[in-house]
């Protein structure tokens, strides 16, 4: 018996080892071996960029906005948001939505978070709140209100539904932070490296962008406050803006990986575009729209062969006569879909072509209407042409040769451009200017449309569209936000109006 | 110790003194060699010395020291009754005399085997007096059992005397009887047959089992067997035959209709799909819900390798298989389903779904090679549920395409012209007529086939037995070019190493081989919207489906619809999954009473997956394909020490006390591999891509756990038992003095009492019994890494890249506040068994309730976030479960048995989170419908749209669109089922065996996403209302105004498209009844044939899945889910259902 009970004094003891301390090294297993706990600024930055920049690009640039200011057309429905104001199925109206919250908004506010205060972060955290108005300003422009002051709260606060802010809101603290962001960057402080993909963390032409941002914004406000745009685009352009095409804020893309590459060329190029296709089995069924062709080879413009093509025996061709684009609103495949003009692939759509955030043409263009206005000294026609001269020049940097317009071409189509009669004749000739200069912007290029009306594009009608056949003034909130958020969303949209797409965003007053 | 368990009896006659080597070689060539029949081991001699032990330790320490087996029915024979006993090489007749002097049992030898049992009442026979030893004649036979199998051991006695024999081990008698003799032919396990001689000399006899005679004894947790009467919860066991006939090539399926409380999905997802069974209910927000699997009392991984179907994903959207697809069903003993959490509180927190117990086929000790060959094939042919319309052919507002580019645009859209025969322009560009094609589903799918072969040898000898298997599974799918293959290798090894130390091993070896497993969900590469080819259209011109470049063919408006033909022939996507299933376990007595049983086990999986979208996809960048992979290895080690302990503390109260601890090690490894556009077209190299990204990501997490358990029994009647077990969980954190813990405890207890023992009873109620247990069951955190928010670097060509790390592919918000969840079960049940055990019934009824339940909710995305896990979910399930079974009929050449079971759960989801009353769990695709978990309403409702309806009931209109106004999101269905029946019926007729089962689910609802597709492009038989004269829509537009909208029949088409934002339209009531199988078995009488030493051999015919004869679903397979996770309730494009039939061809050596 002896023996068995020193056996089981053995035992005893073995299993009270084992289990003596049953939470030892659990802290060490519950560390992901493949991930950091800190947030390392520079390359969080770096990924904040792209992500605001490459956010539904298909969803929203090509088949939404893109559709709306007639830029592009498709023949199927599914896509059809933007060209027949049909919603049949998809992340269309919210997909921008959801990618700006999830990526881009919650990446940058990690990095004010994380160099809020800190000691040499004062540069990077006012560069990331300039680029968070960026990201802010598309996606309030798309949906009106949206959460703002508590949006990405629930890591901080363990705030999980946040409340939409008005638009007039966020404008205001948009404007008011660009300019206190601006005020505190210091050129003897360190700053972002190459990281900045922009400027390479160089305080001066971050300045010079937060005031153009300032006047992008403040140029919005002309409808619903007159008075108020005045006031910040003055400030703005005290301030210094983006004049210069050497100022341009361009993002250079070397390709490779999909998010190296060009969100726009790359989005194109998968949904409808390709070598493959030949301009005949696209994808999402798209063309570039028949307004847009139409109007660039009525005007002569050089830039019709930067960017379109159309198919011919295998090869994409450029000759202006050439070009024809879709109709908007079809539902059936024309017969003559693949003769018809499409992108270029080898410069808009490119996959290592380069993308304008923010640049002196649409600063121009926008002196001009503010010349036009008197807010700002100045001859308008003067800013007018600058503004087409420097988007036709920034073509090849951005596209390539391809895309190069001459000299002699840019002082042709100039020589046939001129800026007079009534301001809403001025506004006319600079807005449809803008329609071109600025595209591919499309989610820019909307708003300015919404803003001023120009151009004056046609809205199609086909049956079960959701806007009784009128442009969209608005995209709608996604599901989610409606199962999961449900109090501050009804709130939202019981004080902006229906959640739909033609009910109109603060600053879009009708007139 | 025999309790008679049935098959061992067999292998156990082939005794043989061969001390057998394990080798392989060995075992081969003694499979030509083997003349099994050697002399038996008589002269053994015994040795015992043992005071106040219960004779149940004696019998056993004899069959251990001897090669005696004992084999009695454990309620006749008083097995805690102690014994002394002091003997040195006693013969064994001398010992049994010694052991039973005093006692009412008689025993009886044959060879090895001991037969003991109850000595026949006093109440007496009459004595024939004088003329007893007058015999007449000789009568001589062979009894053997319904299988043919000689039957040794069975008392022949002459009716109305003493006068009796007993067969040898070849089942034969001889006796002497007088004139007018009745024989009586009686055993242990089979009904008493009389047989009047009338002047025969040789009369041989059947006997027919009475299994229901038998005290069942079950297998429950941690391997230890208990007799159904002691236990205080409810447990069904099932026998491996119910699983060896018509087989399912994922065990788990074959578990539909047989058990009350299980539910079973039948996914229709192919061969080498996984399973998803439910016990008494989904119980956690986040868990999956699911059973633990156990394999001889070890747990083992059934998690879906690199992961389950999403509900609307497209693409590869596959499921890949799960852990019980690894089960050869021919290895299987007995499967013992624990439902409530008493059971399974051994087990810990993932028992808490209940858990299935699954205990392979074991050689016996001495014995010779028993060869066992099961081999089984079907044909599994398609079913097709659709009924369109063939009114209105293929075409556009009311035109048919007379050119291609129409063709092409009207692929899938039927509002064209009256059929009428007339020619009309195919996608392809040819003119054909244009008339209905209804046999397009029988034209593009191909009848399946199923081989399953396995081959077992198992014997063993005196200290050492084994079974050795091989399984083949070889299965073809009906969508062209899919195939999987399973070989199953196990070895199970027993051996007893001197007096006192047990070993035992299983090792298992698995390689199964996928091709081209189908995708169900959206369209992108999924050959099943093959059903939304426009109805003038013959699937067979679509065939290849690519051009002579190798490039898809455009056939219908949108490239993300494949080509069914392209996506058949050139798709590829290979899955090799290599699994080790290891376990080792000794068990050392250190005293007859108290043995320590230590034990290793090991599930290891490695997988890798690759999947090709080819070149020449029109809807990849520039159709230049897409690389997905993954490799990925996955184990589980589980480390167990238990001490046990057994003591009877008076003549009637025994006591048993168990403790243990247990390490469990979960590991998961997985790299992807993914890439973008094959540079030379058709080479499907990861080297050969335009981009490409390699991710590594892992899991590791461990669990700790202490255990114990305590048993009391009060003479045969009482049982009472209580457990308590503390885990420890890796993935939390440690209380910090806020919410946090990482360890629970928890108890269970529970009662038992046999009240037909003790009350007056009438004669014929057989046995009763009443339990009730209360049982708690913790669980953790399944994700490891979620506690503390950490940053990812991604792959970038340009500067380097950070992003918050996703978790699972979710934008996951860590929290570091989460404790483990409880489950809390309560249960009575009331079993009996009446009218000689011709009927018997088994009743439970039972509350269980999931508090604190680690919810993984969605978040708003304004938070920058989509999910995150709180730890406040309350789910309650309460239920009732109902089994008959009974045998009207029954007699010498007839029997039928039926079995019947039902299932009656209600759920409830209690609470979410603070201000949190719904989450959302999945979507359908095209988001029409959502599955959610809503406070106040079952487990995973089903919610979507209608139209809007005011006060009055007006449809309001939509003045812009001029379509109804859609109303909120809300509940339009259930997702579960919570009535389930099954109803299985066994015939026999002499050697004919005739089974079949029906099942049914009741009481859920479906969102049949084919239907929404269907009505969008006229192929519903809906659709044909405004077809000539359009539509007239009223209602009352947003301001409440009178409205009218007139749709022309040339457009249709918008409305009916325009239906699918009313999700209600497409929500079908799920329930069915089916015909899920016939097995029609024929015994082949071996003994006629002396071939090859033929044990048994039984043939089938064999059918699943025949009818469905209930259904309210229209177009589709009430059973149509198509993955395995939480989000039950769509139909969205998978796999047809299959009808499987073929036959079955067993025979044991």
């Given at each position: 018996m002896?023996t068995?009970y ?5 035992l005893f003891?073995i299993v ?7 939470d ?28 605001a920049l ?6 929203v640039y ?8 007639q830029?592009f057309?498709?023949y ?9 104001y049909?919603?049949i199925?998809g ?10 919250y999830l990526?881009?908004?919650n990446e940058?506010?990690?990095i004010?978070y994380a160099?809020?205060?800190v000691?040499g972060f004062?540069?990077?955290n006012?560069?990331a709140?300039i ?5 802010y300003h ?15 709260t629930?890591?901080?606060e363990?705030?999980?539904s946040p409340?939409y ?5 966020i ?22 490296g190459n990281?900045?993909?922009i400027?390479n963390?160089?305080?001066?032409q971050?300045?010079r ?8 914004l403040?140029m919005?406000?002309?409808k ?5 745009a ?5 400030k703005a ?9 050497s ?7 070397p390709?490779g990986q999909?998010?190296n590459s060009?969100?726009i ?6 949904n409808n575009?390709?070598?493959?296709n ?8 798209g ?9 660039l ?5 050089p830039?019709?062969?930067s960017?379109?093509a159309?198919?011919i025996?295998g090869?994409q061709?450029?000759d202006?006569e050439?070009q024809?684009?879709m109709?908007n609103?079809l ?10 003009s ?10 290592n ?6 640049g ?6 926008l ?7 008197g807010?700002?000294?100045?001859d ?7 503004g087409i001269?420097d988007?036709m020049?920034s073509?090849?940097?951005l596209y390539g ?12 189509y100039?020589?046939?451009q001129?800026l007079?009669?009534?301001l ?27 803003r001023?009306?120009?151009p004056?594009?046609?809205p ?6 959701l806007?009784?056949?009128t442009?969209?003034?608005?995209l709608?909130y ?15 949209v019981?004080?902006?109006g229906?959640d ?12 | 110790?025999?309790k008679l ?10 005794t043989?003194n ?10 081969f ?20 010395k043992?005071?106040n032990?219960?004779?149940e330790?004696v ?6 020291t001897s090669d005696?087996n004992?084999?009695y ?6 097995l ?6 002091n003997v040195t090489k ?6 049994l005399?010694?052991?039973f ?15 003991l049992k ?9 004595r024939?007096t004088?003329?007893?030893?007058n015999y ?5 036979g ?22 009796g024999s007993s067969?040898n081990?070849?089942g ?10 009745i024989?009586v ?8 047959q ?11 006899a059947?006997l027919?089992n ?5 005290e069942n004894?079950?297998?429950i947790a941690?391997?230890?067997?208990k007799?159904?009467?002691?236990l205080t919860y409810?447990v069904?066991?099932v ?6 006939q018509?087989k ?8 539909s ?9 039948n996914?229709t ?7 998803r069974?439910?016990i008494?209910?989904?119980?956690s927000?986040s868990g ?29 959207n596959i499921?890949?298989g799960d852990?019980?697809g690894?089960i ?8 013992s389903?624990l439902?409530g ?7 810990g927190?993932?028992?808490s779904?209940?858990?299935i117990?699954i205990?392979t ?10 060869i066992e ?9 398609p079913m ?18 007379l050119?291609?580019s ?15 025969g ?5 996608f ?19 009848n399946g086939t199923t081989?399953i ?10 200290k050492t ?15 062209p ?11 199970n090894?027993?051996s007893?190493?001197g ?12 390689r ?6 189908s995708?169900?969900?959206d369209?992108?590469?999924n ?9 003038t259209v013959?699937?067979?011109?679509l065939d290849p489906g690519?051009?002579?470049?190798g490039?898809e ?5 949108t ?7 392209f ?11 290599d699994?080790y ?7 050392y ?6 043995s320590v049983?230590?034990?290793v ?6 997988f890798d997956?690759?999947a ?9 960048n520039n ?5 997905h992979?993954f490799?990925l290895?996955v ?10 302990y057994n003591?009877?503390l ?14 469990r090690k979960?590991?998961n ?6 890439g973008r ?5 058709f080479?499907?190299s ?28 009060y003479?045969?009647y009482?049982?009472?038992n209580?457990?308590a077990?503390?885990?420890w969980f ?7 003095g806020?919410?946090s813990d990482?360890?629970?405890?928890y108890?269970?207890?529970g ?5 037909s023992e003790?009350?007056?009873k009438?004669d014929?109620?057989s046995?009763g019994?009443i339990r009730?247990s209360?049982?708690?069951v ?5 994700d490891?890494y979620?506690?503390?928010e950490?940053?990812t670097?991604?792959?970038s060509s340009g500067?380097?890249l950070q ?5 699972g ?11 483990p969840y ?24 039972y509350?269980?309730?999931t508090?604190?339940?680690?919810v993984?909710?969605?978040?708003p995305?304004t ?17 009732i479960e109902v ?6 009929v ?8 039926i079995?019947y079971?039902?299932?009656y759960?209600?759920n409830?989801?209690?609470q979410?989170a603070e ?5 959302s769990?999945?979507?359908?695709v095209?988001n ?11 487990f995973?409702?089903?919610k ?16 812009n ?7 909120e ?10 009535l389930?029946?099954?109803?299985s019926?066994r015939f026999?007729?002499k ?8 099942d ?7 969102f ?25 829509l009223e209602?009352v537009?947003q301001n409440?105004?009178?409205?009218t909208?007139?749709i022309?029949?040339?457009d249709?088409r918008?409305?009916y498209q ?14 069915f ?10 015994n ?5 044939i ?8 039984s043939?089938?015919f ?6 469905v ?7 589709f397979?009430?059973?149509s889910?198509y993955?395995n ?5 769509f139909?969205?494009?998978a796999?047809p ?5 073929g036959?079955?061809?067993?025979f044991?050596?």
């Open positions: 002896k068995i020193t056996k089981l004094t053995y003891v009270s080892t084992l289990f003596i301390s049953c030892d090294g659990f802290e060490e297993e519950n560390t992901n071996p493949d991930a950091s706990n800190q947030v390392d600024p520079e390359y969080m930055f770096t990924k904040a960029i792209y992500d490459n956010n539904s690009t298909g969803t090509e088949f939404g906005a893109g559709g709306f200011v830029h057309a498709t199927l429905e599914v896509p059809g948001l933007g060209d027949k049909l919603y199925s992340s269309y109206p919210y997909a921008f939505f959801n990618g700006a990526d881009a908004i940058i506010d990690k004010i160099t809020e205060g000691e004062s540069n990077q006012a560069i709140q680029w968070k108005v960026y990201t598309r996606l309030t422009d798309l949906y009106g209100m949206v959460p703002y002051t508590e949006a990405t629930a890591f901080s363990a705030n999980y409340v802010d008005t638009q007039e809101a404008y205001m603290d948009m404007l008011n932070t660009l300019q206190s962001a601006s005020g505190s960057l210091d050129a003897n402080q360190p700053s972002f990281g900045d993909l400027y963390g160089n305080v001066d971050w300045s962008f937060a005031n153009s941002l300032m006047l992008r403040a919005r406000l002309t619903v406050n007159p008075t108020l005045e006031e910040w685009a003055q352009i005290s301030a210094g803006i983006i004049a210069e095409p100022n341009n804020a361009i993002i250079d893309y390709g999909v998010i060009n969100p060329a790359f989005q194109l190029r998968n575009y390709s070598e493959s030949q301009g005949s089995s696209n994808t999402e069924g063309k570039f729209a028949d307004t847009f062709i139409s109007y080879k009525e005007n002569n413009d830039r019709l062969s960017f379109a159309v198919w025996n090869s061709k450029t202006p050439l024809q684009g109709p609103g539902v059936n495949r024309p017969e003559n879909f693949p003769g018809l499409e992108p270029n692939l080898n410069t808009l759509l490119s996959l072509s380069s993308l304008m955030v923010l002196s043409a649409e600063m121009n263009l002196l001009a209407e503010a010349s036009a206005r807010w700002t000294s100045g308008a026609q003067s800013y007018y042409l600058e001269r988007a020049n073509l090849e940097g040769n391809e895309a190069a317009v001459s000299e002699e071409e840019i002082n042709t100039i020589a046939s001129s007079t009669g009534s809403e004749e001025q506004m006319e000739t600079i807005h449809t200017q803008f329609w071109v200069s600025v595209f591919p912007d499309e989610i820019e290029v909307y708003s300015n449309w919404r001023t009306g120009y004056e594009l046609t199609v009608n086909v049956t079960g569209n806007t009784g056949g442009i969209p003034r608005r709608t996604p599901p989610s936000e409606i199962s999961v958020n449900t109090e501050n969303y009804e709130a939202a019981s004080q902006q229906l739909l797409f033609t009910t109109r965003v603060w600053w879009d007053v009708e007139q | 110790m025999k368990l049935k098959h061992e009896r067999y292998f156990q006659r082939l043989s061969l001390k057998m080597k394990l080798s392989l070689l060995f075992l060539t003694s499979l030509f060699t083997i003349q099994a029949r050697v002399s038996y081991s008589q002269g053994d001699k015994i040795s015992v043992v005071e032990q219960r004779l330790k019998l056993s320490f004899i069959e251990k005696y004992f084999v029915k454990v309620n006749e024979i008083d805690l009754r102690p014994v002394s006993l006693e013969k064994i007749e001398n010992v005399q010694l052991i002097k005093n006692d009412s049992i008689s025993y009886q030898i044959f060879d090895n085997q001991i037969i109850k000595k026949p009442s006093v109440k007496k026979i009459p024939r004088a003329k007893t030893t007449q004649q000789l009568v001589k062979t009894i053997v059992d319904d299988q043919g199998m000689p039957l040794p051991g069975i008392n022949v006695v002459e009716k109305g005397t003493n006068n067969t081990f070849d034969v008698y001889e006796i002497e009887v007088g004139e007018n003799a024989l032919f009686s055993g242990i396990g089979f009904k008493k009389e047989i009047t001689v009338n002047g025969q000399t040789t009369i041989n059947t027919q009475d299994t229901e005679q038998l004894v079950v297998v941690l391997g230890i067997k007799e159904e009467r002691a409810a069904t066991e026998d491996g035959d119910g699983f060896t018509a399912e090539v994922n065990l788990a399926d074959a578990l209709g047989k058990i009350a409380g299980v539910s079973v999905s996914l997802t192919g061969a080498g799909g996984s399973s069974v439910t008494r209910g989904n119980t927000l999956d819900n699911q059973p633990l699997y156990v394999i001889n009392g070890m747990p083992m991984d059934n998690t879906t390798l690199g992961g389950s179907a999403s509900t609307s994903a497209g693409g590869f499921d890949h852990g019980t690894g050869n069903p021919d290895d299987i003993e007995t499967i389903v439902k959490a008493t059971a399974a509180a051994l087990y927190s993932r028992a779904n209940g858990a117990i205990t086929k074991k050689g016996s000790f001495n014995s010779g090679i028993g060959f099961n081999s089984s094939f079907t044909v599994d042919s097709d549920f659709t009924d369109w319309q063939y009114e209105y052919g293929q075409g556009n507002g009311g035109q048919r395409p050119n291609q129409n063709a092409i645009t009207w692929g899938r859209r039927n509002w064209g012209e009256r059929i009428d007339q020619p009309f322009v195919a392809d560009g040819i003119e054909r007529p244009y008339v209905a094609q209804k046999n397009n589903i029988d034209h593009f799918y191909e081989f072969n396995t081959i077992a040898l198992s014997g063993g000898s005196e037995s084994y079974r050795f298997s091989i399984s083949d599974t070889d299965t073809k799918g009906v969508v070019n899919n195939s999987f293959n399973r070989r199953i290798f196990s070895l090894l027993n007893t190493i007096e006192r130390l047990d070993i035992e091993g299983l090792v298992q070896f698995n199964s081989k996928s091709y081209n497993r995708s169900a969900g369209a992108t590469g050959p099943n919207w093959v059903n939304m080819l426009a109805n013959d699937v067979r011109w690519y051009d002579e470049n490039y063919i455009e056939w219908n408006e490239p993300y619809a494949s080509n069914p033909y996506v058949a022939n050139k798709f590829k996507n290979e899955g090799i999954r699994r299933l290891g376990q080792v376990s000794l068990n007595r250190l005293l007859d009473n108290l049983r230590g034990s086990s090991r599930d290891y999986t490695s997956f690759t090709i979208l080819p070149t020449g996809t029109l809807y990849t159709a230049a394909g897409e690389y992979g490799d290895t184990s589980e080690t589980n480390s167990m020490l238990t001490v046990n003591e009877d008076t003549e009637d109260i025994n006591l048993g006390v168990m403790a243990g601890g247990n390490i979960y590991q490894e997985q790299t992807n591999y993914d556009q094959f540079i030379i077209p080479f499907y990861f080297t050969n891509l335009q981009t490409s990204t390699t991710i590594p990501s892992n899991q590791h997490l461990t669990t700790n756990s202490i255990f114990g358990s305590l048993d009391l029994s003479k045969n009482l049982y009472l209580a457990t077990r503390e885990d890796s993935t939390l954190t440690a209380s910090n806020a919410d990482n360890s629970i405890l108890p269970s207890v009662a038992g009492f046999v009240f003790v009350i007056n009438p014929w109620f046995y019994k009730s209360w049982a708690q913790g669980g953790g955190l399944p490891p979620t506690l503390n950490s940053y670097m991604i792959p500067e380097p992003q918050v790390t996703q978790v592919g979710q934008r996951l918000l860590a929290n570091a506040n989460l404790r409880t489950s809390t079960t309560f249960e009575i049940g009331l079993e009996a068994r009446l009218f000689n055990n011709r009927l018997g019934f088994d009743v439970a009824v509350d269980k309730t508090t604190d339940d680690i993984n909710a969605q978040i995305v938070t920058g976030y989509e999910y995150t896990y709180f730890n406040v979910g309350e789910v309650e399930n309460q239920g089994a008959v079974n009974g045998t009207p029954k007699n010498d050449n007839f029997s039928w048995d079995n079971n039902m299932a759960n209600k409830e989801v209690k979410l201000g949190l009353n719904t989450i769990v999945a979507n359908s095209g029409w419908a959502e599955i959610h978990h809503e406070v106040g309403q079952a995973g409702v089903i979507g749209y209608s139209m809007l309806r005011d006060d009055e009931g007006n449809i309001v209109f939509d003045s669109s001029g379509f109804p106004m859609r109303s999101l809300k509940k339009i269905g259930n997702s579960v089922a919570p389930s029946m099954g109803l019926n026999k007729y050697n004919f065996a005739l089974d079949v089962l029906l049914g689910k009741f009481g859920n609802d479906i049949s996403v084919l239907n929404v597709y269907a009505t969008r492009f006229g192929l519903s038989k809906r659709t044909l209302e405004g077809r000539e004269n359009g539509l007239v209602g537009d409440g105004d009178p409205y909208n007139t022309p029949s040339t249709i918008s409305y325009n239906l699918k934002n009313y999700s209600d339209h497409f929500i079908y009531d799920g329930s009844v089916k015909l899920r199988q016939v097995v029609l078995s024929y082949i009488p071996v003994e006629k002396s071939l090859f030493k033929l044990q048994s051999a043939l089938s064999i059918a699943r899945n025949l009818f004869l209930y259904s309210k679903t229209d177009n397979d009430p059973e889910a993955t996770s939480n989000a039950q309730g139909e969205s494009f796999l259902r299959t009808r499987s039939y036959l079955n061809l067993k044991k050596f």
